[in-house]
């Protein structure tokens, strides 16, 4: 049989007292500690307008409007016909089920509210975040990989694996493929835009704009290698989920580079 054999990885990472830690809620912790970091590093660093409860306020409300806004854009746009007749369900974050697209929004109605209560430059917060944002992605895709989910359409190329909710059938590994394209890649890129070219730097708003268009291009082609949600498959006969929400995404991106960058009056 074609294809690599799946690394059987418990999705469990450990339990504490019985109760299950799972790979998929240690990557989001680890995404959102990592940047906590990065950013207060940074901030010394730069000598950015922040003090210590305007940091620690920005990344709980973060954190909060990606849990909300993750769990309930899964529920809107993957959810199929579940989450209407038993509404309830959204609130069981333990069952697995989040939306990028969803936690994104949320995140950014987090950051409003922090640049607001602070009296910050929200888009000085927006670019920070996406700086630190590519993290938590690579995690969570490492993380759906192991979960033996999200796995590619069936293919004979030779790192194929195969899944075991696959159908052991020999599939792209497209979690891998995001992971390096959606975290690794995008963490490499934006940060050096930022740290090298003063111009970036100084026109708030850039290098956020820059992340809604990389992200945005990077989903829309790599959905080419994913499988469609079992309960959502194509739409118009070629389209996923996954390409309509980010095309929106990417000519928002596209408008908001325009407005940092459009000649002066």
Not at 7 to 13: A, L, R, Y
Not at 94 to 114: D, E, I, N, P, R
């Amino acid at each position: 049989m074609t294809g690599l054999e799946f690394p059987h990885i418990s999705p469990i990472m450990f339990s504490i007292g019985g109760l299950p830690v799972r790979w998929y809620s240690m990557a989001y912790l680890a995404g959102i500690v990592a940047a906590w970091l990065w950013l207060l590093r940074d901030v010394r660093k730069y000598r950015l307008n922040f003090n210590k409860a305007a940091v620690e306020d920005v990344v709980f409300y973060v954190t909060l409007g990606i849990i909300i806004g993750g769990r309930v854009g899964y529920a809107l746009f993957y959810g199929g016909e579940t989450f209407w007749k038993q509404p309830w369900h959204i609130l069981e974050i333990w069952q697995g089920g989040m939306s990028f697209h969803g936690g994104a929004v949320g995140a950014v109605a987090g950051l409003w509210y922090a640049a607001r209560k602070h009296r910050l430059d929200f888009w000085q917060l927006t670019d920070l975040a996406a700086l630190y944002a590519p993290i938590g992605i690579f995690l969570g895709r490492l993380a759906n990989f192991v979960n033996d989910e999200l796995w590619g359409r069936v293919s004979d190329v030779p790192w194929a694996v195969r899944f075991p909710s696959g159908g052991y059938l020999p599939r792209h590994p497209s979690q891998l493929y995001e992971a390096f394209c959606e975290g690794l890649l995008m963490l490499i890129v934006l940060n050096l835009l930022w740290r090298l070219v003063p111009i970036i730097r100084m026109r708030k708003g850039t290098v956020s704009a820059l992340f809604v268009i990389l992200y945005a291009c990077f989903r829309i082609t790599l959905e080419n290698f994913r499988q469609p949600d079992a309960q959502l498959g194509f739409y118009f006969g070629f389209a996923t989920m996954g390409q309509l929400l980010s095309l929106p995404l990417l000519l928002f991106g596209f408008y908001l580079l325009y407005r940092r960058f459009r000649p002066e009056k």
